[in-house]
């Protein structure tokens, strides 16, 4: 069983920034990624950020390149996700996860997910 802490999520204004956290544990058998996923009401979900175990190498979808990023702490073993230059797009609930590198990542387990708003 995988184990996710998920914080950071809330109301921001468009152009505004907030930071997701995640503390995940637990066995997830092969997984080798960490990374957020994102899915708004009536819309599919969508991969936003993913990193490798195993080198660090990062994976960002086209349509948070350059606004967020994606870390670790492996001493806290702690993921974060510094969302930046915010937009009403963005809201949606976001979903710490574990998976298989890719990219993108391919997730076997989450989180419950911090709620984000934006407002224009």
């Known amino acids: 069983e995988v184990e996710f802490v998920e914080s950071g999520g809330g109301l921001a204004q468009a152009g505004g920034s907030l930071r997701l956290s995640c503390a995940a544990s637990?066995?997830?058998?092969?997984?080798?990624?960490i990374g957020w996923f994102r899915q708004a009401p009536g819309k599919a979900r969508e991969g936003v950020s993913c990193?490798?175990?195993?080198?660090?190498?990062?994976y960002y979808a086209d349509f948070v390149k350059g606004r967020f990023t994606i870390s670790r702490d492996n001493v806290k073993n702690m993921v974060y996700l510094q969302m930046n230059n915010l937009n009403p797009e963005d809201a949606a609930r976001y979903y710490c996860?574990?998976?298989?590198?890719?990219?993108?990542?391919?997730?076997?387990?989450w989180g419950q997910g911090t709620q984000v708003t934006v407002s224009s």
């Open positions: 996860a574990r998976g298989v590198w890719g990219p993108p990542c391919l997730y076997a387990y």
């Open positions: 637990g066995d997830d058998g092969d997984a080798d990624a």
């Open positions: 990193m490798s175990d195993s080198d660090g190498s990062t």
